[in-house]
């Protein structure tokens, strides 16, 4: 469902003391996708940074999502920084065909970890998941304590874990995780679901396959639905 930008001012309020994510997705017709990334390098993202808003990675489609589609995730320091920049003029482009703005609120343990990540991944697993809101400390407990930590001792890294600010009985997840590339995220991938075998594994990952397999299990219970995609990191260099 796309929120209004009028109900995204009413339920960030709530958040109106945390720092305020918003994920801008921004598609271009195939033949103008290089034009639109262009654009987003030398106009947009010098634009809101201009406007004391951190650019936090900026993603490509590459396996499961188009190359003409970019993901932008940015932080804004409170909700009045999100207003003030929502009521200004915006950059307009006409090689974009769709936008969408979707408010997020980090929740992991570490609010800030997206922020404090000044070294990102050539590739980035961009995982969805929904799940009933009653759920998400149990999801978040399950993420950091069984999956995160056998993901991070293969070299993966967490570059940030949110939740969709809705009122709703279940929330959208955003996990996104990097990899040096394509075949190190491979390699990361249970080829045994609940024995959790894992054939590049080094020998501190297998000695934490075990709690995995206990807290993987019931984050998948309480996973409704779930999907992946790979993407690109896109250098900003601002």
């Not at 808003?53 to 970019?70: A, D, H, T, V, W």
């Not at 959790?196 to 297998?206: T, V």
């Amino acid at each position: 469902m796309i929120q209004t930008r009028q109900t995204n001012l009413l339920l960030a309020r709530k958040f109106s003391e945390e720092m305020i994510f918003v994920e801008t997705q921004l598609e271009a017709k195939p033949n103008n996708a290089d034009i639109l990334l262009d654009f987003i390098r030398k106009d947009y993202v010098p634009n809101i940074v201009k406007n004391n808003i951190k650019p936090i990675c900026l993603l490509r489609g590459m396996i499961g999502k188009p190359s003409n589609e970019f993901i932008l995730i940015s932080a804004y320091n409170d909700i009045n920084l999100w207003e003030s920049h929502t009521n200004s003029l915006p950059l307009v482009n006409e090689k974009i065909i769709y936008e969408k703005n979707t408010l997020l609120k980090p929740i992991s343990t570490n609010k800030f970890m997206s922020c404090e990540n000044n070294t990102l991944k050539n590739i980035y697993g961009y995982r969805e998941f929904l799940i009933e809101t009653k759920n998400i400390n149990t999801f978040v407990e399950s993420s950091e304590q069984g999956v995160w930590p056998r993901v991070q001792s293969q070299g993966g890294k967490v570059l940030g874990l949110w939740a969709n600010i809705t009122n709703s009985s279940q929330k959208r997840i955003l996990l996104l995780t990097g990899y040096d590339s394509v075949s190190h995220w491979e390699g990361t991938r249970s080829s045994n679901q609940y024995g959790l075998s894992f054939a590049n594994a080094p020998e501190s990952s297998k000695e934490l396959t075990e709690t995995e397999k206990i807290l993987r299990k019931n984050r998948e219970d309480i996973t409704i639905s779930t999907t992946v995609n790979l993407m690109q990191n896109v250098n900003l260099n601002y």
